[in-house]
């Protein structure tokens, strides 16, 4: 099953402790669909600039994505340069040039209307109401948003809220959003306005998933290095959607998967700058590492009772 | 399988955003055997001065604790005084007062030196040295440090890595002892110059099991509200090596469930001031929780292979 992605397609600078990379593709929606593509068919829309490398994109339509809703326009692309701590969890954004961006409408391809599942990317809520305006009946929307958007047009995203299926944002701002430091009231305060479930990513602390009567919480997986933490969010989301895609369900078992795989592909995305590590990522290690947060996580229950104090 | 604890035996005044407790009992100890106790004997060591409530520790006698360790003497008891931020993740400390806890020397009575599972609290590393002088031959010891002791104590602490099991300490006292920002690498940093393993303790986002050949991770239990985060960590630890001594075994399974009872009474100490929540705790709420975190990680692995794009 298609999914349908809208966010940015940029070009990012990016420094970490761990090395330099100058004006490699980027944006949400590259990163999503590059974890994504490996599980589902993707379908993109956004806007670049004439300075945009399509080429390098030429990996997602090999792996059956379809591009047709990306248009390219006169102009500079999105542009984002940002350094990141030594800790991996804070950066400094050193430049944002928003370039044929500024004017993003977008625009769904007829072919793209009838997507089932949707992934609204960090974009102005008004654009997001747009995309949903232009598809015909979704049944799974995950949305992300940022601080900015929470701020600035609080009311546009608050109507949102009753449009989506499931708001994925990180802990920083589900609590903004909110305006609730405790994450599980915080999460309530969402699912009432709307979205039958929140998605909180934390980083490096792994992401939950909180449902109507349930609870899901998947670790991020321990890595020696982390090379750039850009796009990770989206990689999860990527994974995320694209596990639940492919099973066409949105039963419990299948959500808690689809966290998984979302954990799974966010942890690929930092091993190397840009997409660069989801690009010839094999089946096989995804598996292994899908394998290996299981390892991570299982336990058996309770001591046995006949030797309680 | 009685343990062995030796720590603080303290009073707390604390501010929450839940409230405020004044004068409560607190301390490592004090934390470590509420919890403990409730799956194993506990056996503890530590200094009180004549201000001391000791009845108010009756309850622990009542499991089966022993508490002919805690010297009273005159003078007034080790007190500590903090108030937490509203994210209950950062606390200033208002007052500390260390009492008769300024002279303390651990002194293990005769019956006590036969433990095999032995848990040194927070205190200085030269005294945790001399806790393991007078143990005639532990086999599992589990040990706490704090920044303090990493600036000050480096040379006693980093010889006593030698001499114990499991290093429990939270993310950022690891990252400062190994000088390592990176989570894996500090851990085996740790493992390399002597503790077989690591435990190190994230607050709510939980706590990670470094071992030789494999890695284990437990989230913090999602909870409505947090009354007071002090003593988290020790109850994690009581949790923890109770439920390890009540199996006598350090196989790789009883190692992961000792985690997850460790996050289960970090999870209840939480919820009230002191060590109110931990005093008529049931087995059956220890039962239902740690059933409730079994819920909150579980998944199926793989996606069906046949499904696969």
Same mark, same amino acid.
């Given at each position: 099953?298609? $999914?349908?992605?809208?966010?940015?397609? *940029?070009?990012?600078?990016?420094?970490?402790?761990?090395?330099?990379?100058?004006?490699?593709?980027?944006?949400?929606?590259?990163?999503?669909?590059?974890?994504?593509?490996?599980?589902?068919?993707?379908?993109?829309?956004?806007?670049?600039?004439?300075?945009?490398?399509?080429?390098?994109?030429?990996?997602?339509?090999?792996?059956?994505?379809?591009?047709?809703?990306?248009?390219?326009?006169?102009?500079?692309?999105?542009?984002?340069?940002?350094?990141?701590?030594?800790?991996?969890?804070?950066?400094?954004?050193?430049?944002?040039?928003?370039?044929?961006?500024?004017?993003?409408?977008?625009?769904?391809?007829?072919?793209?209307?009838?997507?089932?599942?949707?992934?609204?990317?960090?974009?102005?809520?008004?654009?997001?109401?747009?995309?949903?305006?232009?598809?015909?009946?979704?049944?799974?929307?995950?949305?992300?948003?940022?601080?900015?958007?929470?701020?600035?047009?609080?009311?546009?995203?608050?109507?949102?809220?009753?449009?989506?299926?499931?708001?994925?944002?990180?802990?920083?701002?589900?609590?903004?959003?909110?305006?609730?430091?405790?994450?599980?009231?915080?999460?309530?305060?969402?699912?009432?306005?709307?979205?039958?479930?929140?998605?909180?990513?934390?980083?490096?602390?792994?992401?939950?998933?909180?449902?109507?009567?349930?609870?899901?919480?998947?670790?991020?997986?321990?890595?020696?290095?982390?090379?750039?933490?850009?796009?990770?969010?989206?990689?999860?989301?990527?994974?995320?959607?694209?596990?639940?895609?492919?099973?066409?369900?949105?039963?419990? *078992?299948?959500?808690?998967?689809?966290? !998984?795989?979302?954990?799974?592909?966010?942890?690929? *995305? !930092?091993? =190397?700058?840009?997409?660069?590590?989801?690009?010839?990522?094999?089946?096989?290690? $995804?598996?292994?590492?899908?394998?290996?947060? =299981?390892?991570?996580?299982?336990?058996?229950?309770?001591?046995?009772?006949?030797?309680?104090?």
């Amino acid at each position: 099953m298609s $999914i349908l992605c809208v966010g940015s397609v *940029a070009l990012d600078s990016v420094e970490t402790p761990s090395g330099k990379a100058d004006r490699v593709i980027g944006g949400s929606a590259v990163f999503f669909a590059s974890a994504a593509s490996l599980l589902s068919p993707v379908r993109v829309v956004g806007v670049v600039g004439d300075d945009y490398p399509l080429d390098q994109l030429a990996f997602l339509e090999a792996r059956g994505a379809d591009l047709s809703g990306i248009e390219q326009r006169s102009g500079d692309s999105f542009f984002w340069a940002g350094r990141y701590h030594d800790d991996m969890n804070t950066r400094d954004t050193l430049d944002t040039r928003l370039g044929v961006f500024a004017d993003f409408e977008p625009k769904i391809p007829d072919a793209f209307r009838e997507s089932k599942r949707v992934f609204l990317g960090n974009i102005d809520p008004m654009l997001q109401h747009k995309v949903l305006d232009q598809v015909d009946a979704p049944e799974v929307v995950v949305c992300d948003t940022m601080n900015y958007w929470i701020e600035g047009s609080r009311p546009a995203l608050m109507e949102l809220l009753g449009r989506i299926s499931i708001l994925m944002v990180n802990d920083e701002e589900v609590r903004q959003l909110a305006d609730e430091p405790n994450l599980l009231r915080a999460a309530r305060w969402v699912q009432e306005r709307g979205p039958g479930m929140v998605v909180v990513k934390k980083g490096e602390h792994g992401a939950i998933l909180f449902a109507d009567s349930w609870t899901f919480f998947i670790p991020g997986f321990p890595l020696e290095r982390i090379f750039d933490p850009t796009g990770a969010g989206d990689a999860f989301a990527g994974g995320f959607l694209g596990c639940l895609a492919q099973q066409n369900s949105t039963e419990p *078992a299948d959500l808690r998967r689809a966290m !998984v795989y979302g954990s799974t592909l966010g942890s690929f *995305a !930092v091993e =190397k700058f840009s997409v660069e590590r989801l690009i010839d990522l094999g089946h096989d290690e $995804i598996d292994d590492r899908v394998r290996a947060f =299981k390892e991570l996580t299982s336990f058996e229950t309770l001591l046995p009772v006949e030797q309680r104090v």
